[in-house]
């Protein structure tokens, strides 16, 4: 047992030393200098619960090492001892330990630790605090030992120490994820800003699931993120665009040799494989120079003072460190604004020489072509051969076509969007008989219908949701055409009452297959819509047509007999013309005869 001076008691069990608990004054007893933990439940309902059951748990203590003032100081339990003082009760049960000053915190620590459900940013100010009092010597085993965690989850803990104080706020505020914090941790203060000013300018609208209407901010995925961070700061150097071995690149000289190749500094870098460049600024420098030489070598071969520098992805991509000088983005359909390829035999005033200096690395596999390829284009967007609206072939004929070759030409238009047409009108007559059906009758079933329709939208292709839209008539074309700035999604959602989810989700699936041909049978044939595979499941908006009995048929009927009349009026007027047109030459020339 120890001595009565130190005021510790114990117990032997077996070979084991056990400390008692015993009523101690609780106006010997002062709280701790070191453990700043503050209770969730208050110390008012703290004191309520005692009062009723009576002290379920002895408070630790140790003998005050503060000369002069009370006899302990509380290692475990303030809040106990303040509902205990609350109460008036003179005595506390307390264990009293011999803890010296880092034993005590260290198991405050570990205590709070477990108490609570600490932020990942607690866990490792925590762990770095008692990395502290163990001494420079302690070992990651030994500190995850001591509180009871692998060696890997105190190792990614401590590494959150070492992010800029930027990036814990936005941990912090959650603006980003553990995942995010993870990734940026490795990293020089000046690339996890780059990095974190990169995520939240991407951040993306996304539905929050506790209410449909309002949204919230969500940062590139963690995904995402990594590939940034590989791309713009751990350059691998066996893809490198240049050659590594070049001594007159960069400052640096050779990539083998350079003090910045993790193959260099292996201890600093063991979770990485391979050959990596940590120096951004170099590697773009170098990357930069080959692009610089090569594009001089095209203009020396093609004999013109400057070849346009063309990009084959997206702009949003070239961005960053790496960033590369590029004059513009070919465009690769008939929606999107830039240059456009020229193929041999089909060039016009405008088509120049372009060597292509940048290819993102998300472009489609198919397109084979390769930094440093040249080839032909045009950048007059008011081309008619390779520019008109709708056109990505530019094989757009510049004479206007006349009389009956009109009417075949527009005879084939109509045929080509029919399909188009039917769906549309398929749609609209959809929604109108939605609308009319009934609702949920339960409130609560109501909301999470809103909340699912919310979602379902979430995920509608543009594409999809800009037709639905156009189907019922919503939005019209302006006189200098196209339709302006148009929130497709805010513009379908608004079509539907608050009051009517139901009809705004089946409108929502209809809608998702808006703008694919149904195959055969899918107009006719009633099919479960729940018992195939997405990809291989019925067409949704003629499947929900059958079941709210829509006359598909009636439809297509009408909009072809429309399209039949229109061609035979049409033809009918281009015959008037041309019969006027004979009568006038032909009284014209009897006329000069007589």
């Known amino acids: 047992m120890a001595s009565a001076s130190a005021g510790i008691e114990t117990i032997k069990v077996g070979t084991e030393s056990l400390l008692l608990a015993r009523e101690i004054p609780i106006s010997d007893i002062t709280p701790s200098q070191t453990n700043r933990y503050i209770p969730s439940a208050s110390i008012d309902e703290l004191a309520k619960s005692i009062d009723k059951d009576g002290l379920l748990q002895p408070i630790t203590v140790r003998p005050n090492p503060i000369k002069g003032g009370a006899k302990f100081e509380i290692v475990l339990g303030e809040a106990r001892w303040k509902a205990k003082r609350k109460l008036n009760h003179k005595t506390i049960a307390a264990v009293v330990a011999p803890y010296d000053d880092v034993q005590a915190q260290a ?7 477990h108490r609570t459900d600490p932020t990942p940013l607690d866990e490792a100010s925590a762990y770095g ?3 502290k009092l163990l001494g420079k010597s302690a070992s990651i085993g030994e500190l995850a030992m001591r509180v009871a965690k692998t060696e890997a989850y105190v190792a990614q803990r401590l590494k959150l120490l070492d992010l800029a104080t930027e990036v814990q706020n936005a941990l912090k505020q959650e603006h980003i994820a553990l ?12 690339q996890q800003l780059t990095t974190l000013k990169w995520l939240l300018k991407g951040f993306e609208e996304r539905i929050d699931e506790r209410d449909w209407e309002n949204r919230v901010k969500q940062a590139h995925s963690v995904t995402a993120t990594k590939r940034f961070i590989e791309d713009n700061f751990m350059l691998a150097l066996e893809k490198a665009p240049f050659d590594i071995n070049a001594k007159d690149l960069g400052p640096n000289g050779p990539c083998p040799s350079c003090q910045f190749n993790t193959a260099n500094a292996g201890n600093l870098f063991p979770d990485i494989k391979g050959a990596r460049c940590t120096q951004p600024s170099c590697f773009a420098l170098k990357r930069r120079h080959t692009i610089d030489i090569m594009v001089a070598d095209v203009a020396k071969k093609e004999g013109i003072a400057k070849p346009y520098r063309l990009g084959l992805g997206w702009a949003r991509e070239n961005e960053g460190p790496m960033k590369i000088a590029v004059d513009g983005f070919l465009a ?3 929606y999107s604004d830039g240059p456009r390829l020229v193929a041999k035999g089909n060039e016009c005033k405008s088509t120049r020489a372009a060597v292509l200096v940048y290819r993102s690395d998300r472009v489609e596999t198919q397109i084979k072509a390769k930094v440093g390829d040249v080839t032909a284009i045009c950048t007059n967007e008011k081309c008619d051969k390779h520019h ?17 070759a009109f009417v075949s030409h527009k005879e084939g238009n109509l045929k080509k969007s029919r399909g188009e047409r039917i769906r549309w009108a398929v749609f609209k007559a959809l929604c109108e008989t939605i609308l009319k ?3 949920p009758a339960t409130k609560p079933f109501g909301e999470r219908l809103q909340i699912v329709a919310g979602l379902a939208a979430s995920h509608l292709y543009h594409d999809n949701a800009r037709d639905a839209v156009k ?6 074309r302006q006189k200098k055409g ?10 379908l959602r608004e079509y539907f009452p608050k009051d009517k989810p139901w009809a705004y989700l089946m409108a929502i699936m209809a809608a998702d297959d808006i703008r694919q041909e149904p195959s055969k049978g899918d107009e006719k044939e009633s099919i479960d819509l729940y018992s195939k595979r997405y990809n291989g499941g019925p067409h949704k908006l003629f499947w929900l047509a059958r079941h709210y009995k829509i006359d598909v048929a009636s439809i297509t009927k009408a909009i072809e007999a429309g399209d039949k009349a229109a061609v035979d009026k049409m033809t009918a007027n281009v015959k008037a013309r041309e019969a006027k047109g004979k009568t006038k030459v032909k009284a014209k020339v009897v006329k000069t005869a007589s």
């Not at 189907?471 to 019209?476: D, F, I, M």
């Not at 339709?483 to 999604?489: I, L, R, S, T």
């Open 129 to 131: 605090n008692m990395r």
């Open 107 to 113: 198991v405050q620590i570990v205590e709070n630790l």
């Open 179 to 190: 995942g995010h914090a993870l990734l940026l941790a490795p990293l020089t203060r000046e």
């Open 471 to 476: 189907a019922l008539g919503l939005v019209q």
């Open 332 to 334: 690769r359909d008939s």
């Open 437 to 439: 059906g009934d609702e």
């Open 482 to 491: 196209g339709y302006g700035q148009v929130d497709w999604d805010e513009k």
């Open 388 to 404: 008109q609206q709708n056109s990505g072939s530019g094989t757009a004929s510049k004479a206007p076509l006349k009389g009956m």
